[in-house]
């Protein structure tokens, strides 16, 4: 259906889960893509089996010359920015009783300050583009409940959640067209999930097959990437879109 022809998309964390499925679909789709990863071996495979139409960039998204390098390459590359997804994260297990100051700060590192920097730059390079752009911020359910369990990136994702909002106002007021918004899934079936929960078994769980399956198919938070990169969404700024199956208002 071409929804993203002639758009030029950096996806974070596309080497697995749910930026690999992000970046296959948003090729398929018409999209030029920009792969980062800090795993080159899978990077470069899956920039291989797009084609032509990916790059790869290895990129460590708390870094910010990481950052200044990445967009540029892009530029170089294929000329132009228009769609950035935030994707990428960390995910360790500890409440705050268990969690160090130095793991809180690792994560905030990775999930908060790599988010803030990837806006910042990509802003950077879509203000003068003379067609839309979009940010999309990869959260989660836990910034708007809270998982006891996961303090760490319970407490980032809070912060992406706000940043996405700081960011969408921003850019409606400055009268650059560049839209941001937040998608909050719940249990997503990705090779970090199965690290956490490695009993847990896809096929009992349905994933891909049952509509109302406890945890969801990468592809599922794919197609509403989709919707928010392409111009179908134009009118969408600053939401925040959960991709839960109820699970959140069903423990209400």
Not at 21 to 41: F, N, Q, S
Not at 77 to 90: K, Y
Not at 93 to 105: A, M
Request: aromatic share 4%; glycine share 10%; proline share 4%.
């Amino acid at each position: 259906m071409n929804r993203v022809a002639n758009k030029v998309a950096l996806v974070t964390g596309a080497a697995s889960g749910v930026g690999r499925a992000d970046a296959l679909l948003l090729a398929a789709e018409g999209a030029r893509v920009v792969l980062t990863d800090i795993d080159e071996d899978a990077g470069r495979a899956l920039a291989r089996e797009i084609g032509d139409a990916a790059l790869f960039v290895r990129h460590d998204i708390a870094d910010e010359d990481g950052w200044r390098q990445a967009v540029a390459s892009t530029l170089d590359c294929f000329g132009r920015l228009d769609v950035l997804v935030n994707n990428a994260a960390i995910c360790p297990v500890g409440s705050i009783e268990d969690t160090s100051l130095d793991t809180w700060r690792r994560v905030m590192r990775t999930n908060a300050d790599g988010y803030f920097l990837g806006c910042k730059y990509a802003i950077g390079a879509m203000k003068g583009n003379d067609t839309p752009g979009s940010i999309v911020m990869m959260s989660s359910v836990a910034a708007l409940g809270g998982l006891p369990m996961m303090c760490a990136y319970t407490g980032s994702k809070g912060a992406v959640t706000a940043l996405a909002r700081s960011v969408a106002v921003h850019c409606k007021h400055s009268g650059y067209r560049i839209r941001c918004n937040s998608i909050h899934p719940d249990g997503i079936w990705t090779p970090m999930t199965q690290a956490l929960m490695p009993d847990l078994d896809p096929a009992a769980l349905g994933i891909g097959s049952d509509p109302m399956a406890r945890m969801c198919d990468p592809r599922d938070v794919a197609n509403l990437v989709l919707f928010l990169a392409s111009d179908e969404s134009r009118f969408v700024n600053g939401a925040e879109l959960r991709i839960d199956n109820a699970q959140l208002v069903s423990s209400l």
